[in-house]
């Protein structure tokens, strides 16, 4: 990835669609993300602003968000601040990875109020500032930097704002190729090492504002085209690439590309051809929907990952131990399996009573149930009498009798849990952020996770879940349950006795209905590839889905949340193809 000063140059460049545009509402669904939903030139659009430290990225989204019930104390003060404003400008100070959003608003006073957000893009250090464009006072920011984090620079409510520390770079734009050839040579003259690629790829970098290494290693490589020419030759050759690179820049006729490279599996994006990168490339229209289908997968499952790791280690500890106690009732069982032997001697004594004297520790007699007739030595205590020596034997028979029947009941419950957790981890897997808190609530409600009665908004009796509806490509729409809240809703409540119902054969996932009595072959098969994408076998080949009509699929009473049996299916063996699914069209019901 290179969310460098060039991506941040046409992404401003971009963004100018935005300026007049009125904020009609300010969001913070993380506390690192804040989105604008702003209505420009006709359009409702959403502007994602995000200080993640992993994934810093500035840009429009049609992804949706899930908020907390309480707005934290950023979103409050940008709400205030910046709701029914008007964006001025949106202006990227030289190629710093900085984004400032000039934004105009009337107070409740009806006073002109002034404001400039402030976008930090840099790392772990990313940071989304309020502040005052004339005092150049900080407002407050979504992180919180105090002195003894840093001298140089404070972010605090009432600090000045001080801008990142300058490079003292030079920009691109405007360069001569007389200047350009003059530093490049003079740097490789002061070298102490031969000039190499990366060489080269330095210079470039710390010469010039905005580059980052995949940049400059890709200008380096058409220079180089196939060989390294001499240092005298390169600085040279490097001006065509340079030049080509920065009038496309100036022109705004960016290549946008997401490159994967074969050897490694890495992804990188750019705002350039990377043909040095040799692996699949993808072209986008726009540097927005670029950097969506960059960051937003990852960004979320990288959030919801954090959100559910108490879940996940909950859920396996209690995996575990089920399977522990399966190995013991499994011991249990083995020796409880010899109860007709306890049987068949208490019998052997009973026949025997008469040859049995009380003090005797055992007797020899014949065994009636052997084919071959064979004599059996029959332990006994001395301190019983015979008939009480029989009736010990008749006791420990019922005993093991009635322990495996218990153990036969304790293991079914023992499977069925291992059943439930395996579900409840896949759903986790594969859990959006509007997920999380139906499974959380769930597992409240199963015991596995102690009500903290924490204050907000209580859910309502019968609310219904959002599903998550694809349109499949004859126009046919197939709900998906992410979760049991929704599995359950979606098959018990939503689905009609004539719709199609389809779950991964004996594999946990999720419930899939074609909400039509009529569709073909093309709507059934990407059914099937969603009920095998939202299950445990996503990464695997031929997965079994059964399919049959939703009168046949029915919940038994007593059985865990999400749990159903059917009849009268058939089953279709697919290969889930991430790509094709992420192509249909999918909106949240």
């Given at each position: ?275 040095h990168v040799q692996g699949e490339t993808q072209r986008f229209a726009s540097i927005s929907v670029c950097l969506e289908a960059y960051y937003g997968d990852k960004a979320e499952r990288d959030t919801v990952k954090q959100r559910v790791a108490d879940l996940f280690r909950l859920l396996s500890n209690e995996r575990s131990k089920n399977i ?179 779950h991964t054969k004996d594999i946990p996932g999720s419930h899939v209905v074609i909400r039509s009595a009529e569709y073909g072959d093309a709507t059934l098969h990407e059914a099937a590839q969603l009920a095998a994408w939202f299950s445990q076998a996503k990464e695997s080949s031929q997965v079994p889905v059964d399919y049959t009509l939703i009168r046949h699929v029915r919940k038994p009473g007593g059985a865990k949340p999400g749990f159903v049996i059917y009849d009268h299916q058939k089953t279709l063996f697919v290969t889930p193809d991430q790509g094709n699914i992420k192509q249909m069209p999918v909106a949240i019901k």
């Amino acid at each position: 990835m290179s969310f460098d000063g060039l991506v941040v140059h046409s992404l401003a460049r971009e963004l100018q669609c935005c300026v007049g545009a009125r904020i009609n509402k300010v969001q913070m669904p993380s506390e690192n993300d804040i989105v604008l939903q702003i209505r420009a030139a006709g359009r409702n659009l959403k502007l994602l602003l995000s200080a993640n430290p992993t994934y810093p990225r500035v840009h429009l989204t049609e992804q949706s968000f899930l908020n907390p019930l309480e707005a934290p104390m950023f979103c409050m003060l940008l709400r205030k601040h910046c709701e029914g404003g008007i964006i001025e400008a949106i202006e990227q100070p030289g190629l710093e990875r900085i984004l400032q959003l000039n934004i105009r608003q009337r107070d409740e006073l009806g006073d002109l109020s002034l404001k400039t957000i402030v976008v930090e893009i840099m790392g772990r250090h990313s940071n989304i500032i309020l502040k005052d464009p004339v005092t150049g006072i900080i407002t407050d920011g979504i992180h919180h930097v105090t002195p003894a984090i840093s001298s140089y620079r404070i972010v605090m409510p009432g600090s000045v704002y001080t801008p990142p520390p300058e490079q003292h770079k030079l920009l691109p734009f405007g360069m001569s190729e007389e200047r350009f050839t003059a530093l490049l040579a003079e740097a490789a003259e002061a070298a102490d090492e031969p000039a190499s690629t990366r060489f080269w790829e330095q210079a470039l970098v710390g010469h010039f504002s905005g580059f980052s290494p995949l940049v400059a290693r890709e200008l380096v490589y058409r220079a180089a085209n196939g060989g390294l020419p001499l240092p005298s030759e390169m600085s040279a050759k490097l001006w065509a690439p340079f030049r080509e690179l920065t009038e496309k820049l100036e022109a705004g006729a960016t290549e946008t590309v997401i490159v994967e490279e074969a050897s490694t599996g890495k992804t990188f994006f750019s705002i350039t051809e990377l043909s040095h990168v040799q692996g699949e490339t993808q072209r986008f229209a726009s540097i927005s929907v670029c950097l969506e289908a960059y960051y937003g997968d990852k960004a979320e499952r990288d959030t919801v990952k954090q959100r559910v790791a108490d879940l996940f280690r909950l859920l396996s500890n209690e995996r575990s131990k089920n399977i522990k106690k399966m190995e013991k009732l499994e011991d249990t069982m083995e020796g409880a399996r010899g109860a007709d032997r306890f049987r068949i001697l208490g019998e052997l004594l009973t026949a025997s009573l008469h040859q049995i004297r009380k003090g005797d520790k055992q007797i020899e007699v014949v065994n009636y149930y052997d084919e071959e007739q064979r004599p059996v030595t029959i332990e006994l205590d001395p301190l019983l009498t015979p008939s009480e020596n029989a009736q010990r034997y008749f006791k420990k028979y019922t005993k093991s009798k009635n322990s495996l029947i218990a153990v036969q009941q304790q293991m079914t419950e023992a499977r069925e849990e291992i059943r439930y957790l395996d579900n409840l981890l896949q759903q986790l897997a594969s859990a959006g952020l509007a997920d999380i808190q139906e499974i959380r609530e769930e597992l409240t409600e199963q015991g596995y996770v102690r009500d903290r009665g924490k204050k907000g908004r209580k859910k309502k009796p019968n609310q219904k879940p959002a599903l998550a509806c694809y349109t499949s490509s004859e126009g046919i729409p197939i709900y998906v349950g992410k979760n049991n809240t929704q599995n359950e809703y979606l098959t018990n409540r939503l689905a009609h006795s004539g719709d199609t119902w389809l779950h991964t054969k004996d594999i946990p996932g999720s419930h899939v209905v074609i909400r039509s009595a009529e569709y073909g072959d093309a709507t059934l098969h990407e059914a099937a590839q969603l009920a095998a994408w939202f299950s445990q076998a996503k990464e695997s080949s031929q997965v079994p889905v059964d399919y049959t009509l939703i009168r046949h699929v029915r919940k038994p009473g007593g059985a865990k949340p999400g749990f159903v049996i059917y009849d009268h299916q058939k089953t279709l063996f697919v290969t889930p193809d991430q790509g094709n699914i992420k192509q249909m069209p999918v909106a949240i019901k």
